[in-house]
């Protein structure tokens, strides 16, 4: 991306405004401008004055290394109100408060970060963080309506400890989520700009299921599998910074909810089971990124299975677990829903990792299979991902290797161009 930069000069790196409100959680954003500074972004910090009784400017200054004020008085000759808006590839705003979230819904410009607001032409995101009264009073829900109505990507506030000994919805999503979101802000509009179509997903609600599913034994032995979550997360994630309303149906992870998304927690297959198919019926698509265990035992033992003094060991049986993709592939719940599975193979003496994912596809019934080679451990746990999507009109599109966002990108493509 080449752009001038608010001084006037022509830079290959993007050109990031970190615009930074009054909230307790300002001190995060430290983190987020050192992700985005490290990673070859010119940020510009414009905090709010409220911000600055948080943070100070000194830190912003070092942290950023240009020249930090809230006033648009200051450095008049450049005129910064409007410079630094225009020449801004992303303006991300963290964290994002009731009070600036209204102010832009209703494009007031009474300080350096709110004209800039209204003069930046390139995407936006807000990150808000605030007290749960504050975000769901009707004047705030009803400011970050007006916000995405306008295109504007606004993160909501994540689920957890408040300031003070309160927990909600409030708390600022994770640094690096936002920073992940940033990456795919900017990619996206360089792609555009590049004359490729992205995805909108604004409107269509969009089910997920994640990670792996643990079948008891007893209460507290259970077969399971390595899968981490990840790739779920992140078509979750991205769906969200599309535009789309997300459901994660999520087994057994320890990742951070993602921003924005409604997170279902569940343990075994046959919880994801009932879980998918209630909510499958009010979704356009349904990926199913989770790794459910085919088998369970036949049996839970209510009390934690013994070690004997002979030395015999408890016979384990197993039954058939239900068919999630299969089930909901078969009884589609509305005839334009999209459903894509996941194929974690490893290939045969007599298959390739394909030849199996095609069969697989053809008895599963759903729209596209994403096929992942796990021979040798690899993918799970990873941040990186690569894999061959297969549509069920026969084609099949290599995504090489990249980040677990990046493939989430290229699986939204494609589920939205099964919609059109
Ligand atoms: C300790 C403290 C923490 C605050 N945290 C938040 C917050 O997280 N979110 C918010 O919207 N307002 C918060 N406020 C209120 C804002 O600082 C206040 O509305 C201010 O006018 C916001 O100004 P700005 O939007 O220009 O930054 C907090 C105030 C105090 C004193």
Redesign the pocket.
């Known amino acids: 991306m080449t752009t001038e930069t608010a001084d006037g000069a022509a830079t290959a790196r993007p050109s990031v405004v970190l615009g930074v ?5 300002a001190y995060k954003v430290c983190d987020l401008l050192r992700r985005l500074t490290e990673s070859g972004h010119r940020v510009r910090v414009v905090p ?4 600055l009784d948080f943070v100070g400017a000194s830190t912003w200054a070092a942290l950023s290394g240009q020249p930090v004020t809230a006033d648009p008085f200051d450095d008049v000759h450049e005129v910064p109100h409007v410079r630094i808006g225009k020449a801004a590839d992303l303006v991300v705003v963290a ?1 994002a ?4 979230i209204a ?1 832009a819904a209703h494009g007031l410009a009474d ?1 350096l970060l709110t004209n800039t607001l209204l003069t930046a032409r390139c995407p936006i995101l807000f990150a808000a ?3 749960t009264e ?1 975000w769901e009073h009707p004047a705030t829900q009803a400011n970050v309506a007006t916000l995405r109505e306008r295109g504007i990507t606004v993160l909501d506030p994540a689920v957890g400890r408040l ?1 003070g000994k309160d927990t909600g919805r ?1 708390r600022l999503p994770e640094p690096a989520e936002i920073f992940a979101i940033s990456q795919l802000m900017l990619a996206d509009e360089a792609a555009r700009a590049a004359g490729h179509k992205i995805a909108d997903l604004t409107g269509r609600h969009v089910l997920v299921s994640a990670g792996g599913t643990r079948e008891h034994l007893d209460p507290v032995r259970y077969l399971g599998n390595s899968s981490s979550g990840k790739q779920g997360y992140a078509l979750a994630r991205i769906a969200a910074a599309r535009g789309a309303k997300v459901t994660l149906v999520a087994a057994n992870s320890e990742l951070p909810d993602p921003a924005g998304v409604h997170v279902v927690p569940v343990t075994s297959t046959r919880d994801l089971f009932d879980e998918i198919t209630a909510r499958a019926v009010d979704a356009d698509a349904v990926v199913m990124a989770a790794a459910p265990a085919d088998f369970r035992p036949a049996d839970v033992a209510e009390h934690k299975i013994k070690k004997t003094a002979d030395g015999s060991v408890p016979a384990v049986n197993l039954v058939q677990n239900p068919d999630i993709l299969a089930t909901i592939s078969h009884d589609r719940a509305r005839k334009d829903q999209v459903i894509v599975g996941f194929a974690a193979e490893t290939g045969d003496a007599e298959h390739s990792v394909i030849d199996l994912a095609r069969a697989k596809l053809e008895r599963k019934g759903c729209d596209l299979l994403v096929v992942n080679d796990v021979s040798g451990g690899k993918v799970f746990g990873s941040d990186m991902n690569e894999a061959v999507i297969l549509d069920r009109d026969g084609g099949a599109l290599p995504v090489p290797s990249g980040s677990k966002d990046a493939l989430a990108g290229v699986i939204w493509n494609l589920v939205d161009a099964r919609w059109q």
Do not use: Q
């Open positions: 409100g009054g909230g307790i959680a709010t004055a409220a911000a964290p408060t009731a009070n600036l102010k300080d963080a605030m007290h504050m300031t409030g």
